[in-house]
């Protein structure tokens, strides 16, 4: 089956523009909850989506996917990188955590090679490492150099458990159709997430619980767009456009809670700009446009 690699990048795009409204609905929300009881009912809407509109026969092809267990070494290294990343949030300052955390993209670049075999020539890794001068730029850490310590290893892990669970997902979309590894995914999360409850759940009005279920949605429209983008593209062209969620962090943190950007927010955002150009043109240029996945 054909599918476009500009596809791919557009649906990719817009997954990591929709994790950015998850995140920044997260960030108004943990201020008064647990962490768990959010990603709890966030899980609970997922499946429950999934479960509405592909029905009973959507379980039966979830028990016998090829991907099952696949899915399963996933989600247990996504929940190891979000435990990882909210820990190391306790400690570090944003600029910091942000820049650490984005090393993922160079990560997968790097997993793509020997896990999927891709080839990644040298423009794409050219744009990584523009993107993550960018990232570095915007958040103003060249000037303040960071120490080892354990927060800074925890983002550190963080980065790569999100990185080596983006290349296996790219394994899954190849063998499965999208709805499927949905429904196995929050499947999964939810009794992840579930085992917790009884020891961190509190009540909450009406309205965090809508809050909560909107969380959900976004992730259940940003989860679809992702998955089928990486169904189209390689590893290595995707990428640097993990990097644009950082543009639109700043961009909410704005609009949400009046956090004035600087002029290195702008010069970041353009080098992260010009990192995605770099893969557009290239691919134009290259006649790559349609690729057989």
Same mark, same amino acid.
Request: charged content about 10%; some cysteine.
């Given at each position: ?87 190391? /949030?306790?400690?570090?300052? $944003?600029?910091?955590? %942000?820049? *650490?955390?984005?090393?993922?993209? =160079?990560? !997968? #670049? @790097?997993? &793509? ?49 999100? /990185?080596?669970?983006?290349? $296996?997902?790219?394994? %899954?979309? *190849?063998?499965?159709?999208?709805? =499927?590894? !949905? #429904? @196995?995914? &929050? ?107």
């Amino acid at each position: 089956m054909h599918k476009t690699v500009s596809s791919g990048i557009l649906l990719t795009s817009f997954a990591y523009f929709l994790f950015s409204l998850q995140d920044a609905s997260v960030k108004w929300l943990v201020v008064a909850l647990p962490v768990w009881q959010i990603l709890f009912v966030r899980s609970v809407t997922i499946f429950g989506l999934s479960l509405a509109i592909g029905g009973r026969k959507i379980i039966r092809d979830a028990r016998t996917s090829p991907v099952l267990k696949p899915l399963f070494l996933r989600n247990l290294l996504l929940l190891a990188a979000w435990l990882s990343y909210y820990t190391a /949030a306790r400690d570090l300052g $944003l600029a910091e955590l %942000t820049t *650490l955390y984005y090393a993922s993209p =160079v990560v !997968m #670049t @790097i997993l &793509s090679v020997p896990v999927l075999g891709e080839k990644v020539p040298g423009y794409r890794w050219f744009a990584v490492v523009i993107g993550f001068i960018g990232v570095v730029v915007a958040c103003g850490i060249a000037a303040k150099g960071l120490t080892l310590s354990l927060p800074v290893y925890l983002a550190l892990q963080a980065a790569i458990f999100w /990185a080596v669970a983006t290349v $296996l997902l790219r394994k %899954t979309a *190849l063998h499965e159709r999208t709805q =499927v590894q !949905m #429904t @196995i995914s &929050s499947g999964f999360f939810l009794l992840f997430t579930a085992s917790a409850i009884p020891f961190v759940w509190q009540p909450v009005s009406a309205i965090d619980l809508l809050l909560m279920a909107g969380t959900g949605i976004l992730a259940g429209i940003g989860q679809f767009a992702l998955f089928e983008g990486m169904r189209r593209a390689p590893v290595s062209v995707l990428a640097p456009f993990e990097y644009t969620s950082l543009v639109w962090a700043f961009a909410l943190g704005y609009l949400i809670w009046s956090d004035v950007p600087g002029s290195n927010v702008f010069a970041g955002a353009a080098l992260i700009f010009s990192a995605g150009m770099i893969i557009i043109a290239r691919e134009r240029l290259g006649g790559r446009f349609r690729v057989r996945v």
